[in-house]
């Protein structure tokens, strides 16, 4: 107990030194731990960044979500540390834990929210949380193959979850949450440059065989840089257009990121991004920039730009790659309408708990692929967000899902018509997003890849930390 007090002590001068003296040296020391972790050649660089990262992140919780929000498509590159590799993204998910211990003793020992953001309420989205974890908890015990699905437990459902505690634990201001899309976005920007000097270069294309020349950038499937942009994209978007009260250089900053990231989807080609899943996005945002900012020539200028958009599309169409979409009998919509059959006959067979976290793969090619479907067996995932959690969790799973999607709709829309503009504009992107996820995963993945998983409890997060209800909540103004 002595040294838990000493730790106490120790961390509260600390905290007092760092904010009297620079709000900038614990990013220069979360900066220069990240670029150790990366590019030490050493171990023992390594072990020095994971330990200044806790250090840094004990001391202030908040500075851990931007280190996060980067990180997440980052986690296909580990680190060696001994007989294991690490990934960033894993060893700041779990640093979470030591902080919010010590930030949860701070309070006990203060008794009242001094010198720590009061924690909120518990309200039904931590319920519906709380129940989805247990819930995957049940069926990863359960599970046939236990060990991938422990793995995928503790990779797609309990670290994230710890992502979305952190942010409950800790009230955010606003220049938290700006850095934290900050943060966000700037792990975009990784996967478009990296993407867009592939193509450039030439290096690490992926061509089809119609002959289509696809960048993957950090990712092994081109399809990968299509779902994690496409929830990017409409978040950048709806700050440069609706975020009127941001500073004049961080609007142009994000209308140039959304259109890297249009540039780099585009170049991915890839088929639920965007036939699916970004016009969804774009018709969320551009609906509700029309709706506050161009009053008279809005519907006007929404219906043209439908209409470019559907021209958009059915020019695609007459791409080799996209033609073929409508062909039952062969290609991808054939393997899809087999992949579906089998997994609601999967699903019929283990309605209640499912087969468990990444047991999909295993079910499919033993017992339920359909014949006519036997040359493509290593199918991981159902390709439809309904299908994947109801396969993988049961019905109950995917109830639970579905009431946290719907909690984020009931406390986004009445925001994204508030007069604040940048929770106002940050609400709209982040629908934007959500619609991006619900359409795009109707025919592919949606939830169930590590940086897909993060980001849908960060964007959970966030929808929590606006409030629909106090328009001058303190936690969403400047830092004194």
């Known amino acids: 107990m002595l040294w838990l007090t000493g730790w106490l002590a120790f961390s509260d001068y600390a905290d007092t030194f760092l904010r009297r003296h620079a709000d900038w040296l614990p990013l220069v020391l979360t900066a220069t731990s990240t670029a150790l972790f990366f590019f030490s050649p050493w171990t023992l660089g390594v072990v020095l960044a994971v330990a200044m990262l806790a250090f840094v992140f004990i001391l202030r919780p908040t500075l851990a979500l931007?280190?996060?929000?980067?990180?997440?498509?980052?986690?296909?590159?580990?680190?060696?540390?001994?007989?294991?590799?690490?990934?960033l993204l894993e060893v700041a998910s779990l640093l979470t834990l030591?902080?919010?211990?010590?930030?949860?003793?701070?309070?006990?020992?203060?008794?009242?929210?001094?010198?720590?953001?009061?924690?909120?309420?518990w309200n039904w989205l931590d319920s519906w949380v709380l129940a989805f974890v247990l819930w995957g908890v049940l069926a990863t015990v359960q599970a046939q193959y236990r060990n991938v699905a422990v793995t995928e437990f503790r990779i797609m459902i309990l670290e994230p979850?710890?992502?979305?505690?952190?942010?409950?634990?800790?009230?955010?201001?606003?220049?938290?949450?700006?850095?934290?899309?900050?943060?966000l976005l700037a792990g975009g920007i990784v996967v478009a440059v990296v993407g867009l000097w592939q193509y450039v270069s030439g290096n690490d294309l992926i061509v089809t065989l119609e002959g289509a020349v696809r960048i993957r950038s950090v990712y092994g499937s081109p399809n990968n840089v299509g779902l994690y942009l496409g929830r990017l994209l409409p978040i950048a978007l709806a700050l440069s257009l609706l975020g009127k009260d941001l500073p004049s250089w961080r609007r142009w900053g994000y209308a140039l990121?959304?259109?890297?990231?249009?540039l780099t989807i585009g170049l991915s080609l890839s088929r639920g991004a965007i036939l699916l899943g970004v016009p969804a996005a774009l018709l969320v945002v551009l609906g509700y920039w029309q709706a506050k900012r161009l009053r008279r020539w809005g519907g006007w200028?929404?219906?043209?730009?439908?209409?470019?958009?559907?021209?958009?599309?059915?020019?695609?169409?007459?791409?080799?790659?996209?033609?073929?979409?409508?062909?039952?009998a062969t290609g991808p919509t054939f393997f899809r309408l087999n992949l579906w059959q089998s997994a609601l006959q999967m699903f019929s067979d283990h309605w209640l708990v499912g087969v468990g976290?990444?047991?999909?793969?295993?079910?499919?090619?033993?017992?339920?692929?359909?014949?006519?479907?036997?040359?493509?067996?290593?199918?991981?995932?159902?390709?439809?967000?309904?299908?994947?959690?109801?396969?993988?969790?049961?019905?109950?799973?995917?109830?639970?899902?579905?009431?946290?999607?719907?909690?984020?709709?009931?406390?986004?829309?009445?925001?994204?018509h508030k007069p604040q503009a940048w929770q106002a504009a940050l609400a709209v992107g982040l629908l934007g997003a959500l619609a991006n996820m619900l359409t795009h995963?109707?025919?592919?993945?949606?939830?169930?890849?590590?940086?897909?998983a993060f980001v849908f409890f960060l964007l959970v997060g966030l929808a929590s930390s606006l409030s629909p209800t106090q328009p001058n909540d303190p936690a969403l103004t400047e830092n004194p």
Request: proline residues 7%.
């Open 441 to 452: 995963g109707l025919v592919d993945a949606s939830f169930w890849f590590v940086d897909l």
């Open 98 to 121: 030591p902080a919010l211990a010590v930030l949860w003793l701070k309070r006990w020992r203060a008794h009242q929210c001094k010198s720590t953001p009061c924690p909120r309420q």
């Open 301 to 328: 200028l929404l219906g043209g730009g439908a209409f470019l958009t559907g021209v958009a599309i059915w020019l695609a169409m007459q791409l080799p790659r996209f033609a073929g979409l409508f062909n039952r």
């Open 357 to 416: 976290p990444d047991n999909f793969l295993y079910y499919y090619r033993g017992w339920y692929i359909q014949p006519a479907a036997w040359q493509d067996p290593n199918l991981s995932h159902a390709h439809n967000w309904l299908l994947d959690f109801a396969t993988r969790l049961g019905l109950p799973g995917l109830l639970l899902f579905i009431a946290i999607v719907v909690w984020m709709l009931m406390r986004l829309l009445p925001i994204a």
């Open 161 to 183: 979850a710890l992502l979305y505690l952190l942010i409950r634990s800790v009230k955010l201001t606003r220049q938290d949450l700006l850095f934290t899309l900050d943060g």
């Open 66 to 87: 931007p280190v996060i929000a980067c990180s997440i498509p980052l986690y296909l590159l580990p680190r060696p540390l001994w007989e294991r590799a690490i990934t």
């Open 257 to 262: 990121l959304a259109g890297l990231f249009l």
